[in-house]
Every structure is written in structure tokens, then in C-alpha cells.
T-cell receptor, first 113, second 110 residues
Framework: AQSVSQHNHHVILSEAASLELGCNYS??????LFWYVQYPGQHLQLLLK??????LVKGIKGFEAEFIKSKFSFNLRKPSVQWSDTAEYFC???????????FGAGTRLFVKA | DAMVIQNPRYQVTQFGKPVTLSCSQT?????MYWYQQKSSQAPKLLFH???????NEADTPDNFQSRRPNTSFCFLDIRSPGLGDAAMYLC?????????FGPGTRLLVL
């Protein structure tokens, strides 16, 4: 069965610090990979996605993620976080066949001003 | 320009009293999903529709049912809510596997 593992449940950083959130998945076939973000009081929204091609994908607000197929990983990064990045971040995997998407448990990021 | 709308945003029901949550979309997406999300947990897929084709997850309790009368609307019916069903219920739509989420309905069971 597919599963998604996010390494950290809570992360606290100061503004301007660099961010890396880990995500690993288990699925042997071809997948689509996503990071979703949920800002306080708002609904889940897409941050970035990987379908194919360049394994380094760039999303909104300066976020990027790298797909490493050999490690079944899709880690999210941002060189310099801002207070407004405080949110919960979810990694998600969708098998190429079908429409089912599996979410990780989420990582709560708190950025200190 | 709301795209995925969920009503109500908050729902209080009594133990065992049926409740219906609604979701509507203005995106004309052919796939619609219902997720259950409990505190500090991943959204858990309950079922999804591809057009009118209904797909139930194997571990979704029979207590949860869904209806999709047309492309725009989808309903989640909880026939006999238990205390363990208190959660946030998320509706989402998709056309190319990107998912667009509604704000969710928070269900409280007394």
C-alpha cells in the first residue's frame, strides 16, 4: 500500500533561516508528487508539484522541491523563510494510475519574527 | 471568486443523528473527493467520484455515504455519527490531479 512519511511534525525557525522539510513515499510505480500548504485559518492549497521532467521544481513564494527517485523522496526547501511562511505543510503522492492521493501527516512550521 | 464551497463551515450534531455536509464547485472539474482530517493527522480519503463513477475506500465505514447529483455538487451523509466522527471534512476537486480544496466543515458530535 502507498504511504507518505514526513520526517518532522513541528519545525521552529527564525526569519531568514533556511528550510528543508523531508518527505518520503512508498510506491513502486510512477507517481505524481505534491506539496500543499495550509496557512492559519485558510484552506489547503497547492504549493508545487512534480509530474515529470526536471526533478527540481519551483513553486510559489520561493519554495522548491527536489524529486530523488532512488530515495523515494520529495523534500521541500526554501533558502530564507519569512514570518508569513508559518503554516502546515503536507506532502502528497498520487499514483499515475487512478485519482487517489495519499497525504503525509503534515509538518507545522512556525517562523519567529 | 470562491471555487470550492463547503456548507456549513461548522456543524454540530447529536450522537446518532444523521447529518449531511455539502460541497459545490464552480470549476467544472470531473473529480471530486471527500477527506476526513482529525487533529494533527493527514487528510484521510473517504471516497471520490470520477464524473458519476463512485470510488469508495476500503476502510471507509458504511456509516459514511455520498451522493453526486451533478458535476457541481457532492454531499457527504453520515448516517449515525459517533463521537469518533468529530473531525474536519474536506471536499476537493481535481482535473489534472492538482487538487483544489474547500475550506472544510468542522463537525462536532455531542
Amino acid at each position: 500500500a502507498q504511504s507518505v512519511s514526513q520526517h518532522n511534525h513541528h519545525v521552529i525557525l527564525s526569519e531568514a533561516a533556511s528550510l528543508e522539510l523531508g518527505c518520503n513515499y512508498s510506491y513502486g510505480g510512477t507517481v505524481n508528487l505534491f506539496w500543499y500548504v495550509q496557512y492559519p485559518g485558510q484552506h489547503l492549497q497547492l504549493l508545487l508539484k512534480y509530474f515529470s521532467g526536471d526533478p527540481l521544481v519551483k513553486g510559489i513564494k520561493g519554495f522548491e522541491a527536489e524529486f530523488i527517485k532512488s530515495k523515494f523522496s520529495f523534500n521541500l526547501r526554501k533558502p530564507s523563510v519569512q514570518w508569513s511562511d508559518t503554516a502546515e505543510y503536507f506532502c502528497a503522492v498520487n499514483a499515475l494510475r487512478g485519482f487517489k492521493t495519499i497525504f503525509g501527516a503534515g509538518t507545522r512550521l512556525f517562523v519567529k519574527a | 471568486d470562491a471555487m470550492v464551497i463547503q456548507n456549513p463551515r461548522y456543524q454540530v450534531t447529536q450522537f446518532g443523528k444523521p447529518v449531511t455536509l455539502s460541497c459545490s464547485q464552480t470549476l467544472n472539474h470531473n473529480v471530486m473527493y471527500w477527506y476526513q482530517q482529525k487533529s494533527s493527522q493527514a487528510p484521510k480519503l473517504l471516497f471520490h467520484y470520477y464524473d458519476k463513477d463512485f470510488n469508495n475506500e476500503a476502510d471507509t465505514p458504511d456509516n459514511f455515504q455520498s451522493r453526486r447529483p451533478n458535476t457541481s455538487f457532492c454531499f457527504l451523509d453520515i448516517r449515525s455519527p459517533g463521537l469518533g466522527d468529530a473531525a474536519m471534512y474536506l471536499c476537493a476537486t481535481s482535473i489534472n490531479r492538482d487538487q483544489y480544496f474547500g475550506p472544510g466543515t468542522r463537525l462536532l458530535v455531542l
